[in-house]
């Protein structure tokens, strides 16, 4: 049946479709040939999340090779709903932002830049995927030599040390995981995730496991941004084109933060006594101090986007927090803040990539009173704002209430859990609160005072991506779904 | 002989301690580079060695009357992969460097971040 193939498709529209818009020269083609092959890999990850909420996992053999031989693919609810996310903001930013990209990539260069977003596109996509740890190793390179491309795409040259900077991070983080995936392969003799963690088992002398352990999770934590191995991340997200900003900041991270999951509970957690113990034990207070750094940073900072950046590295620390509770509500809680949050940031930094279509700087001092000349756009970013904060009714609140709600369950440390989710979340209402006051209240300087309103094409596009802030506020069943059949799955080791 | 025996195992710590050191010490972002290359080369070094069967052959070399023993295929091929990402990373690392020498006349990391403080 042609849908068996929909895993294989998933990752090839995108890597198909790169070459040929890099062969598209002139107008708009490129740019149009990206759009369409993401929003087909879209239309592929919706029907794969619609089978992935009826089966635990949908298991595919590259070349008909069987696992554990050859490479699988492998798409459980939690895969389901990143390839959700990446395949959706790709698409959204894509359509949204071309006017954007218009005025931030030059023209000679429109279709290798649109070839690099399939790239990255196609690497994220496989990484979530695939079943094969050196398999995600290679797309986790692809889709990271493509992000890098994309951040120094843009004219601004301070993007420029900001990317190198990624790029040396980046590909220290992916190390440190091939060197963790080679000691697990040199211990078991296998690169297959499922046949790893029964391996694992077998293992008498568990010292390179433990090796192993310590460099994939702490590359992992590099790679996703996680306090304190954050420091490539601020830089990156504020100076790269801003419609990649509000692609990266989606997903990128959270990518990383699955495949950390996917190893830790996965592979780690059945076979190795005291692992969860350790996990939660290194990662929860690295999550709370994320939580509340990170927000005290954004509340410093008067660079927009850079704001924006710090309060995405406090997010992370929720989603760490959420799985460091090592329960299904915990579980469920970070993982479906990975969907709320892409949602919410996603939008946020869409609407700032309109507004610097009409402002050349996006400090709080350049973007005062542009909320009365762009109305719409800035509601749709107070929209994503709401969700962000956790104001009940949006996406936000659901993750938020759930995670909350695990806290509590986990006994006496859940109490002060509780106070640092509040606690940030004030802060998160504060930060925000200085861009509505610069936006609303402040007179208009010269060039803000020029400002008119994005077309609307472009605002359906914004408004599209805000509303679903509150329709899955509201309706949160299939993200709720996927998220909980993921934490189910994830944790079925640990009985 | 107990510890020095796998010697391979010991390169392979020190060249990706040299690495590490380089990438995070140096100033210079070509330096920085070169550590990171040699980091990855570790990383290389280390698959080898796991492969190495004693004894073994390549297995592509069959002869009919005897049984053959041979090296494990599967890390070299992988690294081959590896070595591909790496060279990858390293290129577009350096073509950055270019860029940044373009836009900011150097390339120390000190001076770098001087002139964007005063931007």
């Known amino acids: ?36 092959a993401s929003a087909a890999s879209f239309a592929i990850a919706m029907l794969l999340a619609l089978a992935a909420t009826e089966v635990p996992a949908i298991s595919y053999a590259v070349g008909s090779w069987p696992p554990p031989f050859g490479i699988e693919l492998r798409i459980t ?157 601020p830089n990156a997200y504020a100076w790269s084109p801003h419609v990649v900003t509000a692609f990266i900041a989606a997903c990128s991270t959270k990518v990383s933060l699955y495949v950390l999951l996917r190893f830790d509970f996965m592979v780690f957690q059945g076979s190795l006594g005291g692992h969860d113990l350790q996990f939660a034990g290194f990662l929860m207070p690295l999550a709370v101090l994320g939580i509340l750094v990170a927000s005290a940073v954004a509340m410093t900072e008067s660079h927009l986007k850079r704001m924006l950046a710090y309060s995405s590295i406090a997010q992370i620390g929720y989603i760490v927090l959420g799985a460091s509770l090592m329960s299904v509500s915990g579980l469920t809680a970070g993982i479906i803040h990975m969907f709320n949050h892409a949602l919410a940031k996603g939008t946020m930094f869409l609407a700032i990539a309109f507004i610097a279509t009409r402002l050349t700087a996006l400090r709080l001092d350049d973007i005062a009173g542009i909320g009365r000349r762009m109305p719409w756009t800035l509601g749709a970013f107070l929209v994503a704002a709401m969700s962000l904060i956790g104001i009940p009714g949006t996406a936000g609140f659901i993750s938020k209430w759930y995670l909350v709600l695990a806290a509590l369950e986990s006994g006496a440390v859940g109490a002060l859990l509780v106070a640092v989710v509040l606690v940030s979340s004030l802060m998160a209402v504060y930060y925000i609160w200085r861009v509505v006051e610069a936006a609303w209240s402040s007179a208009p300087g010269a060039e803000a005072a020029g400002a008119r309103e994005v077309p609307l094409p472009m605002l359906a596009v914004l408004w599209t991506a805000a509303l679903a802030n509150i329709w899955f506020g509201l309706q949160p069943g299939l993200p709720l779904a996927l998220s909980r059949s993921a934490a189910t799955y994830l944790l079925g080791q640990l009985q | ?113 001087a002139r964007d403080r005063d931007r």
């Not at chain 1, 042609?2 to 020269?25: G, H, K, S």
């Not at chain 1, 979530?128 to 990271?144: C, K, L, P, T």
């Open chain 1, 77 to 233: 609810g939690f895969s389901a709903l990143l390839l959700l996310i990446i395949t959706g903001a790709s698409t959204i930013a894509l359509i949204g932002g071309k006017a954007s990209l218009d005025s931030d990539i030059a023209p000679a260069r429109r279709h290798y830049f649109y070839a690099a977003w399939l790239l990255a596109v196609g690497g994220l996509v496989g990484i979530v995927a695939s079943g094969d740890a050196f398999n995600i190793f290679v797309f986790m390179e692809v889709s990271s030599l493509a992000t890098y491309i994309l951040i120094a795409a843009g004219g601004n040259p301070r993007a420029l040390p900001a990317v190198f900077k990624y790029l040396v991070m980046g590909t220290i983080g992916a190390t440190f995981y091939l060197i963790g995936i080679g000691l697990i392969y040199l211990m078991t003799g296998t690169l297959n995730l499922v046949d790893m963690e029964t391996r694992i088992h077998d293992v008498t002398d568990l010292k390179p496991i433990y090796a192993a352990v310590g460099f994939v999770t702490l590359g992992l934590v590099l790679k996703a941004g996680v306090f304190p191995l954050h420091v490539w991340l």
């Open chain 1, 1 to 36: 049946m042609w849908t068996a193939q929909l895993p294989a498709f998933v990752i090839a529209v995108p890597l198909a479709a790169a070459p040929v818009a890099a062969l598209l020269r002139g107008a708009s083609w490129s740019w149009a040939c990206a759009a369409l």
């Open chain 2, 1 to 113: 002989m107990k510890y020095f025996g796998l010697y391979n195992y010991w390169v392979f710590t020190l060249l990706l301690m040299i690495g590490l050191y380089a990438v995070i010490a140096k100033a210079n972002l070509v330096k920085k580079l070169l550590g990171l290359s040699i980091f990855q080369s570790a990383v290389f070094l280390l698959y080898i060695s796991m492969a190495k069967v004693d004894g073994g052959t390549a297995p592509i070399i069959q002869h009919a009357d005897e049984p053959q023993v041979f090296s494990n295929p599967l890390p070299h091929v992988l690294i081959l992969t590896a070595i591909v990402v790496g060279i990858s990373t390293i290129a577009l690392g350096l073509a950055i460097v270019v860029r940044i020498r373009e836009e900011y006349g150097t390339i120390e990391e000190n001076e770098i971040q």
